[in-house]
């Protein structure tokens, strides 16, 4: 029995600025700082064997902060956020002024939606699921990562596909636990700390 315990990364000011930022490379704010230093008193309490974060400075910074175990940190592209594209470094109504035809065909079809020199949440999903699926399931995993990449492994493994995607809220710095028994996933926590 093991755990996948999911941290996603602290603030950025494109986070409070509402920018479309998944392979953007901003760092980590003061109140991202204070976000991860509050996740590591929260993980003290949990043991992990292996630390993996995405390679992007906002997931790796926390990643930093939180492993209180100074274990190996490994960084890994798969654990990157939605490639939104030419939507990237936008704001919802820079997008809809700029490309309304695109904006309104992402809304309808957000599954498949392919962001234009970027990617579609299914390939997202399928990157991030491969990720999990290549890891030890019997240890306890640490994995600071992003949004999106948190919500399609929360919707693959409790609604078997991408439809859930949308129903979980997890907060920056937010902690997120699956309990694997036999491969079964358990959600032990959603948003703890």
């Not at 630390?51 to 890994?76: F, G, M, P, W």
């Not at 999106?148 to 693959?156: D, E, K, M, Q, R």
């Not at 409790?158 to 996933?185: A, L």
């Amino acid at each position: 029995m093991g755990k996948l315990i999911l941290v996603r990364h602290g603030q950025t000011d494109m986070n409070v600025e509402g920018i479309y930022f998944g392979w953007l490379d901003p760092a980590l704010n003061e109140k991202g700082r204070e976000q991860g230093e509050r996740a590591k008193e929260v993980l003290r309490k949990i043991s992990y064997d292996n630390i993996y974060s995405s390679d992007l400075k906002r997931a790796s910074e926390t990643a930093r902060l939180v492993n209180y175990l100074k274990k190996e940190l490994v960084l890994d592209k798969r654990l990157r956020e939605l490639n939104f594209g030419i939507f990237e470094g936008l704001s919802y109504e820079e997008i809809k002024s700029k490309y309304p035809e695109e904006c309104k065909e992402s809304e309808k079809d957000w599954q498949n939606f392919n962001f234009i020199t970027g990617e579609n949440p299914k390939d997202l999903q399928k990157r991030a699921v491969e990720f999990v699926e290549s890891l030890d399931l019997e240890k306890n995993n640490l994995v600071v990562t992003h949004w999106g990449v948190i919500n399609c492994i929360l919707s693959w493994y409790f609604s078997n596909g991408i439809e859930s995607y949308w129903k979980y809220s997890v907060e920056n710095g937010g902690i997120c636990i699956i309990e694997f028994v036999d491969r079964f996933p358990i959600l032990k926590g959603l948003n703890i700390g």
